[in-house]
């Protein structure tokens, strides 16, 4: 029997009286997607606390292109984010964020959704420089159950945090953002039975798996990206300090700073992300293994930039 496939979706949507064309979901505790709102329904000013309460609002796959059509309506009467309160305009942008990013995995090569990624960069960095925001108001709202795409998201948001807090312009922050939201989109051209494979992968599946930041870089090209740091970033964000890493065996500051900032974005979101086979870790836990078992794999200043960031 083939499984429905679930996307999250942006929750600001739903407004109490507001009937939708399609049926939305949520997960529960263990793990079961559940039907909260059929199509057609109204939803009750209950149901808008209910809401509220809950991280992250589904619908099924074969109904995502009625939600695309809805919610660009949605943006539109929006403003197009400008009018929309502070407070929601993070979780607004992570929506946003992972649809661009759903539609770039399944057409990798396509220039529009390249493009759109590029809008999303700049929705993140206009986010992260205003005055209100905080780390921890984009991390609240970030899916903490890996799939690949939310991982760029969420790597991209680490990334571009720490570059400002580096003090890096906004040019830079721009090629930065470029870089770690498509450093896996290599993956999207392996066997998807082997990205998601729960538990430990055979030295085959290892050594197809190792093929991506390369085959990103040739994403890249073909998408006509030109700017070396941010190629750099997506070929060697693999690399390791001590020379032990991949495709390229750079060590040190070989490897580019975008690639190393990446790096170390990449861990610490693996780490404190849930997987079917291991809990998520907590931010705290997470340093504190990177920082004891591995020194001689990340940069370490970059390590404990973070960690300040984090304070
Ligand atoms: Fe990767």
Redesign the pocket.
Known sequence: MKSTKYLAIDKNIITKGISLDFSIFTLSSDKQMNCFKENGVCFTSNDKVIIDSINVLYVEEQQHEEYKKFYQTFLNTQDELKNIKLDNKPSVIYEHASNVLNDLFSNPETLSNYDSSKEVVNEMIETILSDNFTIKSLMDIATHDYYTHTHSINVSIYALSLGSYMGMQPETLSELGESALL??L??SKIDSAIITKNGALTDREFHEIKK??ELGYRLGLKLGIKNNNVLDGIRH??EKMDGTGYPSKLKGTQIPLFARIIGVC?IFDALTSRRTYKEAMTTFDAIKLMKLKMNNHVDVKLLDKMIRMFQ
């Open positions: 450093h896996d290599g993956k991506h930041p964000h693999h990449d």
